[in-house]
């Protein structure tokens, strides 16, 4: 069984750009996690998606937002990109509601901006 | 916020010595996890424990849960090269609309 496949894996934008990452999870698989890493503040809880309606919403700005798509594929995106946004950005799937049981990670889409 | 606090940040040790890590946190939950990572990698889960269990064991790993005094303790036996990672609890807080919570981490070094 594939497990969950994130992409990219690394890019680079600069600031007042937006970017758009993606998580394929793994199949049979219905809730997407997002998680946004950086060496100050650790895992951060960014939202939860589940059967395509958002669950949960960690406390970020309005800049963040994403999506789940009927696949339960699912889509984050970070407009107007600040030097802080530089982070290792984590996606997790799982069966049930993301709190039920283990999370399956993928590898991450590490973003920096310039 | 952080709900989970793990202790040590960081922990050094030699091959074939155990590794302890603790976990504190600060509201009630149904249950708390353990994970690890790799550099830069992903989390792998570990093990799960709830609420009303005490102790659970998976190989040469062993997790503690205390809820009176809300800590956690993992517990890496005949600790091998390999385990170098940083090691993670995680909270589901008994609260409706909360996710898993994640601490910052213990980052553990065995060297050979």
């Known amino acids: 069984k594939a497990g969950v496949t994130q992409t990219p894996r690394y890019l680079i934008k600069t600031r007042g750009q937006q970017v758009t990452l993606s998580c394929s999870p793994i199949s049979g698989h219905r809730s997407v996690s997002w998680y946004q890493q950086t060496p100050g503040q650790g895992l951060q809880f960014l939202f939860e998606?589940?059967?395509?309606?958002?669950?949960n919403k960690g406390n970020f700005p309005g800049r963040f937002s994403g999506r789940q798509f009927s696949n339960s594929r699912s889509e984050m995106n970070v407009s107007t990109l600040e030097l802080g946004d530089s982070a290792l950005y984590l996606c997790?799937?799982?069966?049930?509601?993301?709190?039920?049981?283990?999370?399956?990670f993928g590898e991450g889409s590490r973003l920096t901006v310039l | 916020s952080q709900q989970g606090e793990e202790d040590p940040q960081a922990l050094s040790i030699q091959e074939g010595e155990n590794a302890t890590m603790n976990c504190s946190y600060k509201t009630s939950i149904n249950n708390l996890q353990w994970y690890r990572q790799n550099s830069g990698r992903g989390l792998v889960h570990l093990i799960l424990?709830?609420?009303?269990?005490r102790e659970k064991h998976s190989g040469r790993l062993r997790v503690t849960l205390d809820t009176s005094k809300k800590s956690s303790s993992l517990l890496i036996t005949a600790s091998r090269a390999a385990d170098t990672a940083s090691y993670f609890c995680a909270t589901d807080p008994n609260q409706a609309g909360t996710a898993l919570i994640f601490g910052k981490g213990t980052t553990l070094s065995v060297s050979s």
């Open positions: 998606y589940f059967s395509e309606t958002q669950r």
């Open positions: 424990i709830r609420s009303n269990e």
């Open positions: 997790a799937s799982s069966t049930g509601l993301a709190t039920s049981g283990e999370l399956f």
